[in-house]
């Protein structure tokens, strides 16, 4: 593989390419502060970034985690931002939502992180969700349930409604199992609703999400755009704002980006950019930057 990568001039420039965010990421200092989450009264919507694509969310009185990650490394890659929560600050979680089967996202030591606190709290673990094909890379983490889901399905846990919708992404966990699902989340209980995009670069799923679902509130990716081609894949700050004017969704959180560095636009660049997207298209008052484990009530 070595020799492969030395003859192939492609190769050998995608792997200069990740050593030096290695070495970059492996250089600066992670900052950052931790918080304990506020909890909800009376059906609010509580909303807590955890980091990256991370969210504890307070919906209809359950307790719901999406994509955690608290790891400190993925493999090589520093975490740059301190995770918001700890994880045994959390109350007990009803429900987890995985998007698809990559590392920063589906991140099994967290995922056993949080069954184990559970158990501890509450006596009894939490169920999860993932997309069609991931039940396997979960099934030996202690969940009371696990549940998969193919696009536009939906799940109903109390007066809490799971749906899972497309997105624009893969959802391989390694290079020879692309069978695996992948999507978004659009949580539903009494008049609050949040989408959680997962990775997804711009498409027009996004108005068929907005009209069937109407989603309140979008949980929406911005970083790891950088080279361009990632744009494949991954949304910008300004398809990021497209997404959300095609939803028509009331608020908007960004998420993804600034905790590991993967792709080689500048750590701070995302959130600049949005807010100069945001200004032009004249939502700036609709964009909320959440702070790592700060609770928001919508």
Same mark, same amino acid.
């Given at each position: 593989?070595?020799?492969?990568?030395?003859?192939?001039?492609?190769?050998?420039?995608?792997?200069?390419?990740?050593?030096?965010?290695?070495?970059?990421?492996?250089?600066?200092?992670?900052?950052?502060?931790?918080?304990?989450?506020?909890?909800?009264?009376?059906?609010?919507?509580?909303?807590?970034?955890?980091?990256?694509?991370?969210?504890?969310?307070?919906?209809?009185?359950?307790?719901?985690? #999406?994509?955690?990650?608290?790891?400190?490394?993925?493999?090589?890659?520093?975490?740059?931002?301190?995770?918001?929560?700890?994880?045994?600050?959390?109350?007990?979680?009803?429900?987890?939502?995985?998007?698809?089967?990559?590392?920063?996202?589906?991140?099994?030591?967290?995922?056993?992180?949080?069954?184990?606190?559970?158990?501890?709290?509450?006596?009894?673990?939490?169920?999860?969700?993932?997309?069609?094909?991931?039940?396997?890379?979960?099934?030996?983490?202690?969940?009371?349930?696990? #549940?998969?889901?193919?696009?536009?399905?939906?799940?109903?846990?109390?007066?809490?409604?799971?749906?899972?919708?497309?997105?624009?992404?893969?959802?391989?966990?390694?290079?020879?199992?692309?069978?695996?699902?992948?999507?978004?989340?659009?949580?539903?209980?009494?008049?609050?609703?949040?989408?959680?995009?997962?990775?997804?670069?711009?498409?027009?799923?996004?108005?068929?999400?907005?009209?069937?679902?109407?989603?309140?509130?979008?949980?929406?990716?911005?970083?790891?755009?950088?080279?361009?081609?990632?744009?494949?894949?991954?949304?910008?700050?300004?398809?990021?704002?497209?997404?959300?004017?095609?939803?028509?969704?009331?608020?908007?959180?960004?998420?993804?980006?600034?905790?590991?560095?993967?792709?080689?636009?500048?750590?701070?660049?995302?959130?600049?950019?949005?807010?100069?997207?945001?200004?032009?298209?004249? #939502?700036?008052?609709?964009?909320?930057?959440?702070?790592?484990?700060?609770?928001?009530?919508?």
């Amino acid at each position: 593989m070595i020799k492969q990568t030395l003859r192939n001039p492609a190769l050998r420039k995608r792997a200069t390419q990740f050593g030096r965010l290695v070495r970059h990421s492996a250089v600066t200092p992670r900052y950052g502060q931790t918080h304990k989450p506020r909890l909800a009264t009376n059906g609010e919507l509580g909303v807590t970034f955890i980091g990256h694509a991370s969210f504890f969310v307070q919906i209809g009185g359950q307790n719901v985690v #999406i994509d955690p990650n608290f790891a400190r490394w993925l493999f090589v890659l520093k975490r740059l931002r301190r995770p918001g929560l700890r994880v045994a600050d959390l109350p007990a979680i009803d429900l987890v939502l995985v998007s698809h089967a990559h590392f920063d996202h589906l991140h099994r030591p967290s995922l056993r992180a949080i069954v184990q606190n559970n158990l501890r709290t509450r006596g009894v673990a939490p169920a999860i969700i993932v997309p069609t094909h991931v039940s396997d890379l979960v099934a030996d983490l202690g969940f009371s349930e696990i #549940i998969e889901l193919d696009w536009w399905k939906s799940s109903r846990h109390r007066n809490l409604l799971v749906t899972h919708v497309p997105s624009r992404h893969w959802g391989a966990r390694i290079l020879k199992d692309s069978h695996r699902g992948y999507g978004g989340f659009v949580l539903r209980a009494g008049k609050h609703s949040v989408y959680h995009a997962g990775d997804t670069a711009y498409f027009a799923g996004f108005r068929e999400i907005g009209r069937r679902l109407s989603p309140e509130l979008a949980l929406l990716p911005i970083g790891a755009y950088n080279p361009p081609q990632f744009r494949n894949v991954h949304a910008d700050p300004g398809d990021a704002t497209r997404a959300f004017l095609d939803l028509k969704s009331r608020w908007m959180v960004p998420m993804h980006y600034g905790t590991f560095r993967l792709s080689h636009e500048p750590v701070d660049e995302p959130l600049q950019l949005l807010e100069k997207e945001a200004r032009a298209a004249g #939502i700036k008052d609709r964009v909320v930057v959440l702070e790592e484990g700060v609770t928001r009530f919508f």
